[in-house]
């Protein structure tokens, strides 16, 4: 009989197409205009920044795009506004993120799962997500695996979705 391998699928509700559709939002609003807001993202480096033409626009500006992502999903913790800074004849506001995504959060699952001694434990993406698949062996039983995964401290926008067991030998059927 195959060993039967279970599989978590990991989703982030809010993540960087959000974060875009909300600058964008902010910065094409038609009452905007005369303030003239633009923005920068990179995602990778987890960094916006937000300008306008005067300190008060910027500060109306940030208020805008913390009002939208908090509507699309994301929690208080997500974004971190630094000091308004005056440039060029601009004024610009930096914005960290600390929104990640939901393979980011897959492999610190699969990593805190093997630092405990499990074996099988794998990590892939899909369409239709990120999946966390560990094989059911005694010892995963023993330590209570699936608590331990369902616990796991991730913020409010990304969920862990318990997908169900199947046999091993059915799994490369999800990678397709």
Request: charged share 25%; glycine share 8%.
């Amino acid at each position: 009989m195959p060993s039967l391998v279970h599989i978590y699928r990991i989703q982030a509700a809010f993540g960087p197409e959000q974060v875009f559709k909300a600058l964008r939002l902010v910065c094409d609003h038609p009452e905007q205009r005369e303030i003239d807001p633009q923005f920068e993202f990179e995602w990778i480096d987890r960094r916006i920044a937000l300008s306008a033409n005067s300190s008060e626009g910027v500060d109306a500006c940030v208020e805008h795009f913390m009002t939208q992502t908090r509507k699309m999903g994301a929690t208080e913790d997500a974004f971190y506004p630094g000091k308004v800074e005056e440039k060029d004849g601009r004024f610009i506001r930096p914005i960290g993120v600390a929104v990640h995504d939901a393979p980011t959060f897959g492999e610190l699952i699969g990593k805190s799962l093997v630092e405990i001694g499990l074996r099988g434990v794998k990590l892939f993406d899909s369409a239709e997500g990120t999946f966390l698949t560990l094989r059911v062996s005694g010892m995963a039983k023993q330590i209570d695996y699936q608590s331990l995964i369902q616990s796991f401290p991730v913020p409010g926008y990304i969920q862990i979705k318990d997908e169900g067991k199947i046999p091993e030998n059915k799994l490369q059927e999800l990678h397709k």
